[in-house]
């Protein structure tokens, strides 16, 4: 009879074992990384100076009363090998009827501004600085008709709030006449749910 026990509880105790071995790690770092034109793009990792943690400035949130979802980061500090290059700068995907994991294609910016253009389409928005071949200054650039991209979710987990994916575009500098290439992009965020738009 104290075999059977001990073989029940060695049995309950191997169950427990792979049962918590198979669970996803959801420890792993956030972030938020692309190609730009080829040259390395990821979000800031700063030290919050209330907190002395490391913040990653990029940021996920979903509004579930209008299915609009947004993705962003931003990058704001130079490096000794591109003092003046594309470190710097923000980018933004805005996915309209979001409907979890899938892939959305990523069109004409509402050049209005926020209101019933913005319910069409989803797109994508970036504001860089470049120092050559322009001088050093601030250019928007945002996905057209004839300039798009795909965002792909492949996580979006309600109960830890983690979204995760993968995305690719052309931006049209419109003062430029320029197109940017963003490719490999990829991310792992906690999001926020969050009204978003008005």
Not at 130 to 136: M, N, R, S, T
């Amino acid at each position: 009879m104290k075999t059977k026990h001990y073989i029940l509880i060695a049995f309950a105790a191997l169950l427990l074992f792979f049962q918590g071995s198979c669970k996803k790690d959801d420890t792993r770092p956030f972030y938020l990384s692309c190609k730009i034109n080829g040259e390395k793009w990821e979000a800031l990792k700063y030290e919050s100076l209330l907190s002395n943690k490391h913040v990653l400035a990029a940021r996920a949130y979903y509004d579930p009363d209008s299915a609009w979802l947004q993705i962003g980061g931003s990058r704001s500090v130079k490096t000794p090998s591109q003092p003046d290059s594309y470190m710097r700068g923000g980018m933004t995907i805005n996915i309209i009827d979001f409907d979890g994991e899938g892939s959305y294609n990523l069109k004409e910016h509402p050049r209005g501004g926020v209101g019933i253009s913005v319910l069409l389409k989803s797109w994508a928005w970036m504001e860089i600085v470049y120092a050559v071949p322009f001088p050093a200054s601030e250019y928007p650039a945002f996905t057209t008709d004839e300039y798009t991209g795909v965002c792909t979710i492949t996580r979006f987990d309600t109960n830890n709030q983690i979204i995760e994916g993968e995305f690719h575009f052309d931006a049209l500098h419109w003062d430029q006449d320029v197109v940017a290439n963003v490719t490999a992009g990829k991310f792992r965020l906690d999001y926020e749910i969050k009204e978003i738009g008005n």
